[in-house]
């Protein structure tokens, strides 16, 4: 059974990378623009003395965003995940380098002492998919939870609900002593019979969020403009 559990890997769209990234870089020469280009205009415009508490100020949150996100995506960015791969050991992820940044093997999960071990978890900034609770051993503690994502570090992941069901499917295969919450087949739309992605429940899913995204959208424009 083992030698014919299949290995997957992540699949990135092209145009959803550009955009995501082009989308990083315009905040941060938008911020750039709001938090230095204006403060130093303003001390041209009105002199040292008015602009120099505001222009601190500038300057302060200006720090807090550049250097963390210089940090984080120009030195750092060999060692960020590129790649996720799952097969009959668990779930790996892999940088530029095809190094192991993380990794989550099947026989490092344990029991949660709940109903089902294996449940999802929403959160704001877990986007259309929910994370994936899961418990893992660890060193200080005897268990310790994790959740999680099928994302990559500004790369757009296109197959997130195939890796989930992949990675469910080696759960069932490999540990089956623990549960699976049958809400979890219904949040990544699979079906438990072929551990497959029914598209068409998922695409109209898809369909209706983005549907009421954009009718919100528009109801908040139309009271804007009808009460200024």
């Given at each position: ?27 941060l020469?938008f ?91 929403n959160?704001?900034?877990s ?96 009271l ?5």
């Open positions: 059974m083992e030698t014919s559990f299949p290995s997957i890997k992540s699949e990135t769209s092209p145009f959803l990378t550009f955009l995501l990234k082009a989308t990083f870089f315009i905040l020469i911020s750039f623009a709001i938090f230095f280009i204006l403060p130093i205009y303003g001390i041209y415009k009105r002199g040292f003395k008015v602009m120099f508490w505001p222009s601190v100020i500038c300057f302060g949150f200006l720090f807090l965003i550049l250097i963390p996100a210089i940090h984080y995506y120009f030195i750092k960015r060999k060692k960020l995940a590129k790649e996720i791969i799952i097969n009959k050991d668990g779930i790996f992820h892999y940088n530029s380098d095809q190094k192991i940044t993380e990794k989550i093997l099947y026989s490092d999960l344990c029991h949660s002492d709940r109903l089902f071990d294996i449940n999802t978890f959160s704001r900034s986007g259309i998919y929910p994370l994936l609770e899961i418990y893992v051993k660890s060193e200080k503690t005897d268990k310790q939870i994790k959740r999680l994502d099928m994302n990559l570090p500004l790369l757009a992941v296109n197959n997130k609900p195939v890796l989930y069901a992949h990675f469910l499917r080696g759960i069932h295969t490999f540990r089956p002593d623990l549960k699976i919450s049958p809400t979890v087949f219904s949040d990544y739309y699979i079906e438990k019979e072929t551990w497959t992605v029914n598209k068409k429940v998922k695409n109209k899913s898809l369909f209706i969020i983005f549907s009421l995204a954009i009718i919100i959208c528009a109801l908040i424009f139309w804007v403009f009808s009460f200024t």
